[in-house]
Structure formats: C-alpha cells, structure tokens
C-alpha cells in the first residue's frame, strides 16, 4: 500500500511538478545560490514580543523571529512602512538598541544592530 517508487521519484512529488509547470531536480538549493557558507551570522530562532520606535517616535509591537549577534529578524502587525532605523526593545533577551533596517516586505523584516 505504502510502497516507494523506485523510478525518478514519488507520485506526489511528480504531481506536484505537473501542477507547478516546472521540474526543480536541476535547481540548486537557496543556501547554495544565495549565501556562502561563513557568510552568515549564526541565527538563533526565538519567538519573543518586542517594542520597535521610529524615528518619528512612534512605537510598534513586533515579534522577534530570530537573533543573531549582529540582527534580528521581526515581524509586526501594523501595515507601516519602517524608517531606515529603528530602536529595539527586547528586555528578556537584553536587546536594546539602535538598528538599519536592511529589508522589508510583507510587515517583516530585517535589522541590523549598529554598534555604538
């Protein structure tokens, strides 16, 4: 009943590449194209509530998803878009500190600490 195919693959996945038009056997894996291994910052995944404030002052509720030693990935409810730097707030984790934005999209984003 549960029997693996042992030609090219599973009716699922040979399903799924009907159905998406395209065959991704070829294609290389996002870590492979996109980021060198050392390249990265090593990231811990976290789910902690935090505070961010804009530079008008205004102050947001975000979620921090993950933590490096130099960022932090955070996702926030409000359909805003961020000032090129922000101020961190996440007391369990002793975050509190000024960060560039360094991409948005889709109420995410990501921060890099600015040293001081």
Not at 3 to 22: F, P
Not at 34 to 51: E, F, L, W
Not at 100 to 113: P, T
Request: hydrophobic content about 35%; aromatic content about 8%.
């Amino acid at each position: 009943m549960f029997k693996k195919k042992n030609q090219g693959g599973s009716a699922l996945s040979d399903r799924i590449k009907a159905v998406s038009g395209h065959d991704t056997s070829e294609e290389r894996s996002y870590v492979d194209t996109h980021i060198r291994k050392g390249d990265r910052a090593k990231r811990d995944p976290t789910y902690k509530q935090a505070t961010i404030q804009l530079r008008g002052g205004e102050r947001l509720p975000v979620v921090v998803k993950n933590v490096s030693d130099t960022g932090a990935r955070i996702e926030f409810f409000k359909d805003i878009p961020l000032s090129d730097v922000v101020y961190l707030i996440e007391p369990t984790l002793n975050i509190q500190t000024w960060c560039d934005v360094v991409w948005e999209e889709d109420n995410s984003a990501g921060l890099h600490f600015i040293e001081s």
